[in-house]
């Protein structure tokens, strides 16, 4: 729905699966779809140009909106007092920076693996010791193999746990301030100590008088925010400073990924936000008999408490527990890459830090999810791109590949891809191995990082957080299961999208993947069939049938396609036929009879009005 905010800006809206967009403040700037206008600016939203270009970078819908340069600006200059806190803030920041920088300069040569296991000890030290922003910059890094070495990632990894906590009496203290009342009349008990502690806040355990449920109860550091308004302002400053070298060396606007991460940080300071976040994917996964989100009650919440269900689970890369508990790690797995895939591809509403520290496995095999304070949503047509980018390389179209880098943003419109083209294959063979089951993410990241150097590819902003959620959730897997191949579990997922969602974007997809070059592929057809079947059980493809008749009946050009492969090369494909048969299940054949004899009124009426309009045009 495009429409005029009243600002002179317009706006597009998508829809996010079953997600109620209008609990939120959202704008769905896509790079794909919409462009930004100069006339004006959209109401507490975008309030700089540096914003708006953000958005555009980025290609998803913005949950809330509370960051901005501008705002960092009057935050920081705001009085006396502030602009001496910054000055000394800068002071200290840069002192423990360059005392480790030369650290690391007079141990060049040195790589001994005390040392360097030293060297990163002293980093998460420092991290630790320079507050919020840097440790939650820590945790980003920790899932980060294009840009960290391992080691440096091993020890920035216990920052997603180990975060000192701070005094248990202020916590309580906002808490009682937002409940309005003693903590006794709220809750039975709740623990003297926090459970967990991390960057922003820290959670306890407690259980509600009224209902006797356990809740987990999330509160925010006092003073967190003008400490992070003042590390972003500076970051900022760096970032411009080094933009040119930024942009010409690495194709990447330095001050955008500051914006980006100051956005993100922001937004996980509200908790109001973050309850919305958790309505929105419980709704999502509603239905869904293997994904755990818990309930919030929004009633006990506020903008720096947050109260939600307890998970009692089992810290999903405790592969000991998990198998003393009987869980199936290839299912748990699975379940695992397809709960993530169907956030991407599916509701477009996905969990931007899905480190192991919030993913837990319940004792009956589900997965559960916690800590939705970032979060991000891609539109309907990123969406579609990236189930394109997906089909074309495992087909191996690695013109169509480099087509979809053009719409994703990694290569700018009207670049000539013919130079491109042989470097992909060669990413993508050297990723897969000798099979699909050999891909892996991580090898593709460093593969494709020595590419954005001999080429004009830039990675945009608005996939930063997609990646590292893949990078994370594939470090999760490997970490379960050694010889875990990502494609191996995902491609099955897509292919069964592919074949049964009743999406006509999706539908159009199907006939591009099984027509090439004007003729059908019926390798392809086996292909995704034999994908689908191992997702989860046979595939149901009575929907599909029946739209692919309809859609053969209206359509004269696809019906002499269908024609020509099922007579091309002098014969009649009955081999082919038959093969294909064979993949769908003995008692499917009654369904599709049904699907197709309930769309027949439908496909008559269509029938009726193109013969007619035909008699019209003649």
Not at 347 to 360: E, K, S, T
Request: hydrophobic fraction near 40%; glycine fraction near 6%; aromatic fraction near 8%.
């Amino acid at each position: 729905i495009s429409q005029h905010n009243g600002h002179g800006v317009a706006t597009r809206k998508h829809v996010v699966s079953r997600t109620t967009l209008g609990r939120r403040r959202v704008l769905s700037v896509s790079a794909a779809v919409a462009s930004p206008t100069t006339s004006g600016k959209t109401m507490n939203a975008i309030t700089t140009k540096e914003q708006e270009q953000l958005q555009m970078e980025m290609g998803f819908c913005r949950i809330n909106q509370p960051y901005s340069p501008d705002l960092l600006q009057q935050q920081v200059f705001s009085d006396a007092s502030s602009i001496l806190s910054t000055v000394s803030r800068s002071i200290y920041m840069f002192s423990n920076i360059f005392g480790f920088a030369f650290n690391l300069y007079m141990d060049r040569g040195n790589d001994t693996p005390s040392l360097v296991k030293r060297r990163a000890t002293e980093l998460r030290d420092m991290l630790t010791k320079l507050g919020p922003t840097f440790i939650k910059a820590g945790q980003v890094l920790a899932n980060r193999p294009d840009i960290l070495r391992e080691d440096y990632m091993n020890e920035l990894i216990v920052l997603q746990d180990d975060v000192p906590p701070f005094s248990d009496e202020e916590a309580f203290k906002i808490l009682e301030l937002q409940l309005g009342r003693p903590l006794g009349e709220v809750f039975s008990s709740i623990s003297e100590q926090p459970v967990a502690a991390a960057s922003l806040g820290q959670v306890y355990k407690g259980v509600l008088r009224d209902t006797g449920e356990a809740v987990a109860v999330k509160i925010q550091r006092p003073g967190v925010e003008p400490i992070i308004y003042r590390d972003l302002f500076i970051f900022r400053a760096i970032a411009k400073m080094l933009n040119p070298f930024a942009l010409a060396r690495l194709g990447c606007n330095a001050e955008l990924i500051v914006d980006e991460f100051g956005e993100k940080l922001l937004e996980e300071l509200d908790y109001v936000q973050e309850a919305r976040n958790l309505e929105d994917f419980r709704s999502n996964f509603m239905n869904d008999d293997y994904v755990k989100i818990p309930w919030v009650r929004r009633d006990l919440s506020g903008p720096k408490v947050l109260v939600m269900e307890w998970i009692d689970g089992i810290r999903c890369t405790d592969v000991a527990q998990l198998k003393s508990s009987g869980i199936n790690l290839d299912e748990f797995i699975r379940v695992g890459v397809v709960s993530g895939l169907r956030q991407l591809l599916e509701f477009g509403l996905f969990h931007g830090d899905p480190h192991p520290g919030n993913i837990f496995a319940m004792r009956d095999g589900r997965i559960a999810y916690v800590d939705f304070g970032n979060v991000a949503e891609l539109s309907q047509t990123n969406k579609e791109v990236l189930i394109d980018a997906v089909v074309h390389a495992v087909n191996k179209d690695y013109q169509a590949m480099a087509q979809d880098f053009i719409k994703l943003g990694f290569l700018a419109p009207g670049t000539d891809v013919r130079p491109i083209v042989p470097a992909l294959e060669k990413i993508w063979a050297d990723s897969m191995g000798r099979s699909l089951a050999d891909f892996n993410f991580r090898t593709v990241t460093s593969k494709f990082n020595e590419l954005v150097y001999e080429y004009p590819i830039r990675i945009p902003e608005r996939y930063s957080l997609v990646i590292r959620s893949l990078l994370t959730q594939e470090g999760i897997c490997l970490t379960l299961k050694a010889d875990f191949h990502f494609l191996e579990v995902a491609y099955p997922y897509v292919a069964r999208r592919l074949l049964t969602d009743e999406d006509p974007a999706l539908r159009q997809r199907l006939f591009q993947v099984l027509f090439q070059d004007g003729k059908f592929r019926w390798d392809r057809l086996e292909n995704l069939l034999t994908l689908a079947n191992q997702s989860s059980g046979s595939v149901d493809l009575s929907s599909t049938v029946a739209d692919g008749a309809r859609l053969v009946l209206l359509d004269e050009e696809l019906r002499q396609q269908l024609l020509i492969a099922f007579t091309e090369d002098d014969r009649l494909h009955f081999e082919e036929l038959q093969r294909i048969l064979n993949l769908l299940p003995s008692n499917r054949g009654s369904d599709i009879l049904r699907s197709s004899a309930r769309n027949f009124p439908k496909i008559a009426r269509d029938l009726a009005i193109q013969w007619s309009d035909r008699i019209l045009e003649n």
